[in-house]
């Protein structure tokens, strides 16, 4: 079964503050793909960035950094000097080879609050 | 289009009434996903089409939903006989290909039941 735990429900930050959001992960599978997306108010859900099982090399993308660690299980996304329009709820995301439509399975989401 | 785009973006309905909510995904797409969102959760699966088959109908809570995409491209989200619970949002999505392709997402047609 697959399985994603995002424990931060709510988190609020000041402006210019880093701040991570945590996911952790759980599948049988060796093949897989982990996903991070963002939902703003407006409610469609941004593709932020895909990894597969095979490359834990962690990534920057301007402001945005990610931390792939197969031995933890986890694929942590960081913030760096958070602005205001970063305020959405979060989702990180699985989608296995096992299930024949490679479906996402989504977190519960963490709603990041970056204070003026 | 550039992305997916979905009709109605908001649906009100007595309860025992049936829906039909549009996804057009993205030109060229084989991939076309359908997610339930409740409030305050994340997505959840409900089928898949790879073209115009229907591969998996796991996730789809019920003998009441039914989806299609006759022709490979546009599909449509059918709910007969709508109950309370059903009330959410339907995300569409599409992708490329096949195998753990990047999802793009529609923005969603926000269902109520009354």
């Known amino acids: 079964a697959q399985k994603v735990t995002q424990a931060q429900t709510e988190i609020s930050v000041v402006e210019k503050e880093d701040v991570t959001l945590d996911c952790v992960y759980e599948t049988r599978d060796t093949t897989y793909y982990l996903f991070w997306y963002k939902q703003p108010p407006s409610g469609e859900l941004v593709f932020l960035i895909r990894r597969n099982s095979f490359d834990e090399q962690n990534e920057i993308s301007g402001r945005y950094s990610w931390n792939f660690q197969k031995s933890t299980s986890s694929f942590n996304f960081t913030i760096t000097a958070s602005q205001v329009v970063d305020s959405a709820v979060y989702f990180c995301a699985l989608s296995t080879y096992q299930t024949g439509a490679n479906n996402l399975f989504f977190g519960t989401g963490t709603r990041l609050t970056v204070i003026p | 289009g550039a992305g997916v785009s979905q009709s109605p973006r908001y649906k009100v309905a007595k309860r025992g009434q049936d829906v039909a909510l549009r996804c057009d995904p993205i030109?060229?797409?084989?991939?076309l996903f359908w997610y339930q969102q409740a409030l305050g959760q994340g997505p959840e699966f409900l089928t898949y089409?790879?073209?115009?088959?229907?591969?998996?109908k796991s996730g789809l809570p019920s003998d009441r939903f039914f989806a299609e995409r006759p022709e490979g491209s546009v599909s449509t989200l059918k709910i007969q006989r709508t109950q309370q619970e059903d009330s959410a949002v339907y995300l569409c999505?599409?992708?490329?290909?096949?195998?753990?392709?990047?999802?793009?997402f529609g923005p969603g047609t926000r269902l109520t039941v009354l």
């Open positions: 089409f790879q073209n115009e088959a229907q591969l998996d």
């Open positions: 999505a599409s992708s490329l290909g096949v195998g753990g392709l990047v999802q793009y």
């Open positions: 030109s060229g797409h084989v991939s």
